[in-house]
């Protein structure tokens, strides 16, 4: 049996909300699995129709999801309300970072080396000048 109802809240770090059924009654969980692979991420006070399951755990849950009417929708409120311009942008940071510590490590390591290969002790007395190098 089909129902319909309006999405009321939405995760998008852990991809997973709530359907507020149209008849009333409590919401209904709802995961990202759930909607169509058509693009378009999860909006909120997006109308849908959907099927019920219960799941592993026991409680509702949401399937088989479409959506009833679409609006237009700004590209940017898209990448807001599925959170993938903040994902991306933090994965770019986490990959900057990544880059400057191993060129730092790379320098320090070749600095080392150098130091070592170019470094000589001190000229000790007892030593003939021939054996020092």
Do not use: C, Y
């Not at 008849?23 to 129709?49: M, N």
């Not at 490590?105 to 080392?112: I, R, S």
């Amino acid at each position: 049996m089909r129902f319909e109802g309006v999405l009321s809240a939405w995760d998008p770090n852990t991809g997973h909300g709530a359907i507020r059924p149209s008849g009333g009654g409590e919401e209904v969980f709802v995961g990202l699995a759930a909607f169509p692979t058509d693009g378009e991420g999860a909006r909120l006070d997006e109308r849908l129709s959907f099927e019920i399951v219960t799941g592993r755990d026991g409680r509702k849950q949401a399937v088989q999801l479409r959506r009833l009417s679409r609006g237009h929708v700004s590209p940017t409120a898209m990448r807001e309300a599925t959170g993938g311009a903040r994902f991306r942008a933090r994965q770019a940071q986490r990959k900057r970072r990544l880059g400057l510590v191993a060129g730092g490590a790379v320098v320090t390591v070749m600095l080392v080396l150098g130091g070592v290969r170019w470094w000589h002790p001190a000229v000790t007395h007892d030593v003939p000048p021939a054996m020092r190098r």
